[in-house]
């Protein structure tokens, strides 16, 4: 069987895929312990330990926040302890499998190309996460991209194209030190920021009540917010042509966003005739986990 884990800040979850048709066979989830590194690969143990009473495993994959440096230690996780520890060769000391590892927006792209929105395609798909963040990963030729930096889908830290201060708002810098990144505009956390900045204090949820009904503050911010996104998308399509770029994370559960955006994106295109679809996630939550679970079967 395939195992994956999503490790994430708050709780590490883990599944067992059965090799054939990678159905779910078990669950479990346990709260990340932050204590201490040791505290945290015991909990990260565990959740390994109880899946394997459920068969052989074959493979491990990890779903972690973070990424994995050039020199193999762990960086910019939300869980400290883990920063700077070479997590996957502590790992593979400890379990005699294969791992495999990759951030949040990869395994969301694979979850989604292999079993959700975009199992239809041929070989593409983008898959693009606003939540709080923004990030993506990318399927081509049936393969998740990383690159030779592992920087393939961080997108979200390009700057916003078509920005002009008179549409977008004030200048912002990032806390990666750029200035006006997507991540700060199209994330869930920058569509309530650039309200609050224009208007008042807001969180995503109340714009989108204000909008429903009728505010037309709430409506124009909305409208803002779609075209932000379809030159985001356009971007992606001028730069990878995918099949479908997948939408997750907070933001992707505004349905009203896809008939905007789609209806948007040739406008940013290079050229006018485009077939791509933006779409909604399927796996919702358990895309983090089974994306995991796959990535030893997709890694490029
Ligand atoms: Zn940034």
Known sequence: ?????????????????NNTDHNI????RVATDKSSYD??????SNVIEKLKAHGDIDSLGIGCCGSVGLDGLMQGANI??????????????????????ANDADCFALSE??????KHTNNSCVALIIGTGC???????????????????????????????NQDGQVFTCYCGSKNCIESFVSGTGYSRTFS??????????????????NKQAIDHFELYCDQLARVCGSIVN?????????????SNVNEIYPRVNAKLIQYTFSKQVRTQIVKNQNGDSSGVIGAALLPLKNM
Do not use: W
């Open 80 to 101: 400290a302890v883990l920063n700077g520890r070479n997590f996957l060769e502590d790992l593979r000391n400890l379990f005699d499998h294969p791992v495999h590892i």
């Open 197 to 214: 900045e224009k208007y008042f204090s807001a969180s995503c949820e109340e714009i989108m009540q204000l909008y429903r009904d009728g």
């Open 25 to 28: 066979t078990a669950r479990y």
């Open 135 to 165: 990030g993506a990963g990318i399927i081509l030729n049936g393969g998740l991209v990383t690159g030779l930096n592992n920087l393939g889908g961080e997108l979200g830290h390009n700057p916003l194209p078509h920005f002009q201060p």
């Open 113 to 118: 190309f292999s079993t959700g929105a975009a």
């Open 239 to 251: 730069m990878v042509d995918p099949e479908v770029i997948v939408l997750g994370g907070g933001m």
């Open 39 to 44: 505290c945290f690969l015991n909990s990260v």
């Open 1 to 17: 069987m395939l195992v994956g884990l999503d490790i994430g800040g708050t709780k590490i979850e883990g599944v067992a895929l």
